[in-house]
């Protein structure tokens, strides 16, 4: 079973940076793909980037694009989210998630099996 922990989080002035981890545990094979989403109050999950085995493959959605870097140490089994330049409308609780999909990009939530518990960003 896939145990994932995120951390990193915290809260920032707008145009700050902030650097999430992603730390994975328990598994048999390490998962191909990974991701992570947010969640703002009020507001559906939403996909942030996701990744693929090797760091071959990565995909971002529009409004973070330019901005925040996705990339993984499988090595250390981490993945992690370098996110620059940072704005008010980033603030939300963000989510790592890990999945069986293929050599492909993947953001779709209902994709991936495995969700950590989140971390707060926070920027004012």
């Known amino acids: 079973h896939v145990q994932l922990v995120e951390s990193g989080g915290g809260s920032v002035q707008a145009g700050g940076s902030l650097r999430l981890s992603c730390a994975a545990s328990g598994y048999t094979f390490l998962p191909h793909n990974m991701a992570w989403f947010r969640q703002a109050p009020g507001k559906e999950r939403e996909a942030v980037a996701s990744?693929?085995?090797?760091?071959?493959?990565?995909c971002y959605a529009d409004s973070v694009k330019g901005r925040f870097t996705i990339s993984r140490d499988n090595a250390k089994n981490t993945v992690y989210l370098q996110m620059n330049s940072l704005e008010a409308e980033d603030t939300a609780m963000y989510y790592c998630?890990?999945?069986?999909?293929?050599?492909?990009?993947?953001?779709?939530?209902?994709?991936?099996?495995?969700w950590g518990q989140g971390t707060q960003v926070t920027v004012s």
């Open positions: 990744i693929y085995t090797g760091g071959a493959g990565t």
């Open positions: 998630a890990a999945g069986y999909i293929g050599s492909r990009c993947d953001l779709a939530a209902t994709s991936y099996n495995y």
